[in-house]
């Protein structure tokens, strides 16, 4: 079964510094990768997402993740954060065919302080 | 395309009360998703439906939960004899199929307390 692992349950940065949010997962064969980001009072909204090719995958509001099959990691990256994006990090993985359903990682708190 | 809407926000119910949740998705997305998400932890897979058939089921989906989705479009959820364990945050998502894996976009959720 998949699994996803994200190990740091907070993160704190500075505005304006560098971040990087770590995600391992846990799948047999070539996943399909993804990183949400969730708001206080919203819904989940896609950030990016890796299918094939290029590892290095480029996403929304300044974001990238690298996806590195050897260490079975999905780490998401930001050169630098704005006060906005603090919020809960949701990394997932999911079945490449089939039915597709997500394995949701528990999430990572991100706290930007000014 | 208005987005992924739940209907209601919030919901605090008394134990052993039925509850019902509904999902608009966005239009022609001919896939439909029921996640639980409780404090702490990321979403849960229910169920999902494509069109109007319910495909999957988790084993998380106690025979209290029930899921329709009539005629492929909007979808209800529904809690019968609620328990303190029900309390969680209820997410839709919708997606169109596109040939492999789908981009799922969530609705705001529904809230629901049991007293």
């Known amino acids: 079964a998949q699994s996803v692992t994200q190990p740091d349950i907070h993160i704190t940065v500075s505005e304006g510094a560098s971040l990087e949010l770590r995600c391992n997962y846990s799948y047999g064969a070539t996943p399909y990768l993804f990183w949400y980001v969730q708001s206080p009072g919203q819904g989940l909204q896609l950030l990016l997402k890796y299918f094939s090719g290029d590892t290095l995958v480029q996403g929304i509001k300044g974001f990238e993740a690298e996806f590195k099959r050897s260490q079975s990691s999905f780490n998401l990256r930001k050169p630098s954060v704005h006060w906005s994006d603090a919020a809960e990090y949701f990394c997932a993985v999911g079945e490449a065919g089939g039915s597709y359903i997500p394995t949701f990682g528990r999430g990572t708190s991100l706290i930007v302080h000014p | 395309d208005t987005g992924v809407s739940q209907d209601p926000r919030h919901k605090i119910t008394k134990r052993g009360q039925n509850v019902t949740f509904r999902c608009d998705p966005i239009?022609?997305?001919?896939?439909l998703y029921w996640y639980r998400q409780t404090l702490g932890q990321g979403p849960e897979f229910l169920t999902y439906f494509q069109n109007e058939a319910q495909l999957e089921k988790s084993r998380l989906l106690s025979n209290r939960f029930s899921a329709e989705r009539p005629k492929g479009s909007f979808s209800t959820l529904e809690i019968q004899r609620t328990e303190q364990g029900d309390s969680a945050m209820y997410l839709c998502?919708?997606?169109?199929?596109?040939?492999?894996?789908?981009?799922?976009?969530f609705g705001p959720g529904t809230r629901l307390t049991v007293l």
């Open positions: 239009s022609e997305h001919n896939r």
């Open positions: 998502a919708s997606s169109r199929t596109v040939g492999g894996a789908d981009e799922q976009f």
